[in-house]
């Protein structure tokens, strides 16, 4: 299997003035296409290629020593992407609703403090990484960060939402203001993506 760069479901400068034109393109044909260009080099005459992607982030152990850390990065780096793309949009909706809320409201103390403990999460990640809304493997929903590229799927987590807090993400417009960075994604949050994604893991 070759893997391909998905494209945006909406307009490149869609997400504006949330999210800048300039800073999409970038973002989602340079740094997502070179993840998925290296995915692809790494995994060229591997039989790992006919591997789902979430089997391999799963489980890196399997993965060979020579491809680990670039499917680590690079698989990891389409995968989370493909989600990231998913989740946004400029027909955002302020909160979740239906089973997604009800979840939020038991296991998180409601929307109000989910959305805290993830600009929480995405604010204390030092350096590069992202903040994570997962299911986990007792079907809680779980807020916490990763490092890098490095995917939930990796800790037994089933990603629903993920915030991209690279510098790469937001640095054009917020320069050093990841904060306002953080607040201006909540305004462009497809919470219907998100529960769809609730759903199928649920599934
Ligand atoms: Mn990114």
């Known amino acids: 299997m070759t893997y391909t760069l998905p494209a945006l479901t909406w307009p490149i400068e869609a997400l504006e003035p949330h999210i800048d034109g300039t800073t999409m393109a970038i973002h989602h044909d340079k740094h997502h296409g070179a993840y998925v260009a290296n995915l692809n080099k790494a995994l060229e ?7 789902p992607l979430e089997a391999l982030l799963s489980d890196l152990g399997s993965v060979p020593e020579g491809i680990r850390a670039a499917v680590r990065n690079n698989g990891g780096g389409h995968y989370n992407h493909s ?6 949009s400029p027909v955002a909706q302020a909160k979740p609703t239906g089973s997604l809320a009800s979840a939020i409201d038991r ?19 030092f350096g590069s990484g992202w903040a994570w809304l997962s299911l986990g493997k007792e079907g809680k929903l779980v807020v916490s960060s990763t490092p890098n590229q490095d995917s939930p799927l990796a800790e037994g987590l089933k990603p629903l939402l993920g915030i991209d807090v690279w510098e790469h993400a937001y640095y054009l417009k917020y320069q050093n203001r990841r904060a306002d960075y953080l607040e201006a994604i909540f ?15 649920r599934a």
Do not use: Q, T, Y
Request: no cysteine; proline share 2%; charged share 30%.
């Open 83 to 88: 989600l990231f793309w998913r989740i946004l």
């Open 187 to 201: 305004k462009v949050l497809d919470w219907k993506a998100v529960e769809a994604l609730h759903e199928e893991a």
């Open 45 to 51: 005459g591997s039989p790992l290629a006919d591997k």
């Open 107 to 125: 296991d998180l103390g409601g929307f109000d403090n989910a959305k805290a403990e993830l600009i929480k999460a995405g604010l204390g990640r």
